[in-house]
């Protein structure tokens, strides 16, 4: 059985609450039969770290005892417009909104929020640069190539070497642009590389474990050592 799931209640409630006030508000204003969709920038200043929304975010948390003894892995979703989390839990199951092992506990913002300009004269590079922002389109095509993948991956066996989260996340950027190829290792470097830590005590949840292990066999090693030269 296959399943796209939301495991979010509240929220579907609230979108459909959503969706009646706009519904009645267009009833009341049939002048206003066109909305503008929305920018890059609107969704942006929608993050809230709290609610674990990241609009256009790539978020990953542990695995616990593999990210333990290397805490480079772990598991991998993905952020619609909205900051819903998408990612493949498991044969036939793309969850969305409740990650799999937890709260997000690393994030790449693959479109960082706009900084500010610090002068009122903007280079035109900068200019270029800032002009994405007010796209309107990328939102759309964003949206779209999460859901076309997850649709895809629904219908997938899961597979710890050969089609995980990881698969998920790359053909769901594969599908958005084609300027870079993304495979798991690929992605596995550049979210290293690129990705931060919401706060330093989740870094150190992640790698005090690891730092304790290693501890312990060193441990271990040097008492075994000491025994040796008892006998």
Known sequence: MTSLEDDTKQDSQTELQDQQRLSDGQEANAEEAYQEPETLSDFLERENGNKDRFPFG??????PVISWLVPILGHVGICDSQGRIWDFQKTDKVGINHMQYGRPMKIWRYYPKQKPPKNAELEEAEQQENLIYESRAIPVQWDKAIETASQAFIHRK???T?????????????????EVKYTPRKLLWTFAKKGSWP????????YLPPVI?????????????ILRTMV
Do not use: G, R
């Open 58 to 63: 790539i978020v990953w948390n542990a695995i």
């Open 199 to 206: 706060s330093f005590p989740m870094a150190l949840t992640v």
């Open 158 to 160: 899961m597979s710890w």
């Open 162 to 178: 050969k089609c995980n989260s990881w698969h998920h996340v790359c053909e769901c950027l594969n599908d958005y642009q084609t």
């Open 213 to 225: 292990l290693i501890l312990f066999i060193l441990i271990l090693v040097f008492f075994i050592q």
